[in-house]
């Protein structure tokens, strides 16, 4: 039995299991979300942003829905946005102009919280100021 319960932990099916990248690729950028899709409650995790930008953009702004981080504690964000505001369906983070080619990575650190059961879904999209450009949809299962 012991062994079976450690082979089973070993294959990440019980959370902790390697991110799976969502990639958006469209004309001005192209946007790799990892994510995980599986974590447990009380779990650190990170995910990371990756944008590479197709055209010069104006004011590259991630923006994540309320719903994804409900019940969930964020640690850091690296690099912070230039600013930061709350518009409705949306966190969001400026971090300024992106010539072409230019790479734009963020790091964020996170904590499940213990209410958060079951999952959470929404998603984590890129703006070019105003408008929308690139939008992976997130689904994150929580196992107790």
Avoid: C
């Avoid at 062994?3 to 799976?20: F, S």
């Avoid at 703006?127 to 929580?142: E, H, L």
Wanted: no cysteine; glycine share 6%; hydrophobic share 40%.
């Amino acid at each position: 039995m012991p062994r079976a319960l450690i082979a089973t932990a070993m294959t990440g099916w019980l959370a902790g299991d390697r991110t799976t990248p969502r990639r958006v690729e469209v004309t001005a950028a192209t946007l790799t979300a990892s994510i995980p899709d599986r974590l447990r409650n009380g779990e650190f995790f990170e995910m990371r942003l990756v944008v590479t930008d197709r055209t010069d953009m104006i004011d590259a702004t991630v923006a994540v829905a309320p719903a994804l981080w409900r019940n969930m504690t964020i640690n850091s964000m690296v690099p912070a946005g230039s600013d930061e505001e709350i518009k409705p369906g949306a966190f969001r983070f400026r971090h300024g102009p992106l010539k072409a080619s230019d790479t734009l990575e963020v790091k964020i650190d996170g904590q499940v919280n213990p209410p958060l059961t079951i999952g959470t879904e929404g998603e984590v999209a890129l703006y070019d100021g105003d408008t929308r450009v690139a939008a992976p949809p997130v689904r994150i299962r929580v196992l107790p």
